[in-house]
């Protein structure tokens, strides 16, 4: 089994823009499960200390094995919310590992 755990840390610097794309961010990626099978288990988190140190958003996932979750990376859904998120970050952060 792959976990998959990815952290983005936001570019808007104003509260309000942040925590509005933390939001469009958060549920983009909640709405994936049902639509991609490969998806074994699925937490989205967003931060709620230390905003100015700490990244913005976390997705922790686990999948069968590198072929699913390459599978997931390339779904047409992911992809949707994937090129929204790579308008609005700054920084990312990416760990694949075996459990």
Do not use: C
């Not at 989205?44 to 200390?49: A, F």
């Amino acid at each position: 089994m792959i976990r998959h755990v990815v952290t983005w840390k936001l570019a808007a610097t104003d509260d309000t823009e942040r925590a509005e794309q933390v939001a469009t961010i958060a549920g983009g990626l909640r709405s994936l499960p049902p639509h991609i099978p490969e998806i074994l288990s699925f937490e989205v988190g967003e931060n709620v200390l230390h905003p100015g140190a700490n990244f913005d958003l976390v997705l922790i996932a686990e999948y069968e094995d590198a072929d699913a979750l390459a599978r997931y990376q390339e779904h047409p859904e992911h992809k949707k919310v994937a090129s929204y998120i790579r308008t609005v970050v700054a920084d990312r952060s990416a760990v694949d590992f075996e459990v």
